[in-house]
């Protein structure tokens, strides 16, 4: 086996990356790993690049995506307890996606071959992260920048940049450790002077020969010494303002007080009965009395809390729905947000959204269904809000319209063969203190420059209602719940996080976590958690960093591109 490995070197080095990059992962990883998780696969990529004659130009994209596949299987594996087709999606083709920028990466090296080359990892990984953000195959669970959610104290320069700003720290600082030892991996003493001397005499010659050496060793020194100060820099320097902003940080000082309730259900159970459907929710009302005071102001229950199906033309009729807000009209100033799976109805006639479904069965109707959040007070008002970020095969088939009967068989394995219905704003919900809360529902909570939305729509506190109890007890549902801390950094809100089985609890805006349940039991928490209507640099200018690599990127390929033509036609060397 180890003759196996020393004779593949590229192999296992990209096995060592991909290994490396699950260590670092939240939320039993070593962040610091991260540093230098690449470092494997750039230098098998480097010594493919070094022995090219013996590897087709495919080899880079090729042993990267192994690298990413294993990253992928091993930290995401839990997918398959909620769909085989999405942990098929994230392991195979997720992997794929984070292997162009090292494809692209090797490409620009073959035409630049310094530093340049390998710089431009960073334009390519960036480009990459953006766009995989907005599009039907978008799974950005894994995007580097969340590498550091466990460690707040680290990020806080998030509300300058977002996620995309600690994705650009790590891939620096990988690029520096690949150069440092590069640098460091020709011993002094072995270094070799090339070229002529233009002298026959020996004692001249041997004089140059020294001189030349001592040179060529001074200037290894120097890189040395230079790469080491440039790596110190990058891993020092955004730690340390982060550490300044984290203590110079003012609180904001507007108390809301919040209770969250936590059922503890089992997502794959159903009610046996419509009494027994009353009773879940009858139970979810009692646990929240346990801890309601005259100062509450806003009870927060999970994403599919209310367990039988609201038809938005007969809301009156869903007991649930009654009991909320009869519950609520029976204090003073309270608000509940809670998730429930809403259904509209198409009569013949009606025009129909792109996600409408038949009934089918001679039935000329049509149905929309939504992963909702419902808002109800004590005065009676009402709002719903439509998850828009939707998981792709599970909740939304990719390319539906082209794929076809593809779709029969994603829905046969768990996932879905159309879409649920969406909005096309952020909805934003006003409680009876007039608090601006967004309501963010599971999968959104991973999407900075989507959460924004709802801070520029006057959001001053979010609520995260997710039912993550569908990976069982993985690594999973901790994962999500840490990323939150991340929006709270970027946004500077506090976050109450209302999870059916696990973790509840609060974030305040630096991040910090307070009240967290335990898992798959019923709990109820509370706290004041501080609202907040100030916007920062982040929440105004979204993902810049992400935007500015795509518009390098272009120019990047485009001279690639270019040089390729040229040196084709001059046959000025080999690509």
Not at 251 to 258: I, N, R
Request: aromatic share 14%; charged share 20%; glycine share 8%.
């Amino acid at each position: 086996m180890v003759k196996f490995f020393r004779a593949n070197h590229p192999l296992t080095l990209s096995l060592l990356s991909g290994v490396l990059l699950s260590l670092s992962w939240p939320a039993r990883g070593v962040p610091l790993l991260i540093f230098a998780a690449l470092v494997p696969l750039l230098l098998a990529e480097d010594h493919i690049l070094r022995n090219r004659e013996k590897f087709n130009r495919y080899s880079v994209l090729l042993y990267s995506w192994l690298t990413f596949a294993v990253f992928n299987a091993l930290t995401t594996w839990w997918i398959v307890f909620a769909s085989v087709p999405g942990v098929l999606m994230a392991v195979f083709l997720n992997s794929f996606f984070m292997s162009v920028p090292f494809a692209l990466m090797h490409a620009a090296r073959r035409i630049w071959q310094g530093n340049q080359g390998a710089l431009s990892l960073l334009i390519f990984w960036l480009s990459f992260e953006y766009l995989h953000l907005d599009w039907d195959l978008s799974w950005s669970w894994l995007n580097l920048g969340n590498a550091f959610a466990t460690l707040p104290m680290w990020v806080q320069w998030y509300e300058y940049t977002g996620t995309l700003g600690g994705t650009a720290w790590i891939i620096i600082l990988n690029l520096c450790f690949f150069s440092l030892y590069k640098a460091w991996s020709t011993p002094l003493q072995k270094i070799i002077v090339q070229g002529s001397l233009d002298t026959t005499e020996d004692t001249e010659k041997q004089r140059r020969e020294i001189y030349l050496k001592n040179l060529e060793q001074y200037r290894l020194v120097k890189k040395r010494a230079i790469m080491g100060l440039v790596t110190f820099f990058f891993l020092i320097t955004p730690t340390a303002i982060s550490l300044v902003i984290w203590n110079r940080f003012e609180m904001p000082d507007d108390p809301v007080e919040v209770v969250v309730v936590q059922p503890g259900r089992d997502p794959y159970l159903r009610p046996s009965s419509e009494s027994e459907a009353r009773q879940w929710v009858d139970e979810m009302i009692t646990l929240a009395n346990s801890e309601i005071t005259h100062q509450t102001r806003f009870v927060v229950a999970p994403e599919a809390a209310l367990p039988v199906n609201l038809w938005l033309h007969n809301k009156e009729g869903h007991y649930g729905y009654s009991a909320l807000k009869g519950h609520a009209m029976a204090h003073d100033s309270l608000t509940w947000v809670a998730g429930v799976m809403m259904y509209r109805l198409y009569e013949p006639g009606d025009e129909l959204s792109e996600t409408a479904r038949s009934f089918g069965n001679d039935d000329p109707r049509h149905f929309d269904g939504y992963n909702a959040a419902l808002m109800v007070d004590s005065d009676g008002n009402t709002d719903k809000y439509f998850k828009s970020k939707l998981v792709p095969g599970i909740e939304r088939m990719p390319f539906a319209r082209y794929l076809g009967l593809i779709g029969k068989a994603v829905e046969y394995f768990g996932g879905t063969a159309g879409s649920m219905g969406v909005q096309d704003y952020r909805g934003v919900f006003t409680g009876m203190d007039g608090t601006k809360v967004a309501p963010v529902i599971c999968y959104e909570s991973i999407y900075g420059e989507y959460l924004n939305d709802y801070i520029k729509n006057g959001a001053e506190l979010i609520f995260v209602i997710t039912n993550d109890g569908w990976w069982r007890d993985t690594p999973g549902y901790k994962q999500h719940n840490q990323y939150a801390r991340l929006r709270a950094i970027e946004t500077r809100r506090s976050i109450a996080r209302a999870a059916k089985t696990g973790i509840s609890g609060f974030i305040d805006p630096r991040g910090e976590m307070y009240e967290q349940t335990p898992w798959w039991e019923p709990a109820v928490v509370k706290q004041e958690i501080h609202k907040n209507s100030e916007m920062t640099f982040y929440v105004k200018n979204g993902d810049y960093l992400g935007r500015l690599s795509v518009f390098l990127t272009i120019l990047l390929i485009l001279y690639m591109i270019s040089q390729r033509i040229i040196r084709r036609k001059t046959g000025t060397g080999r690509l």
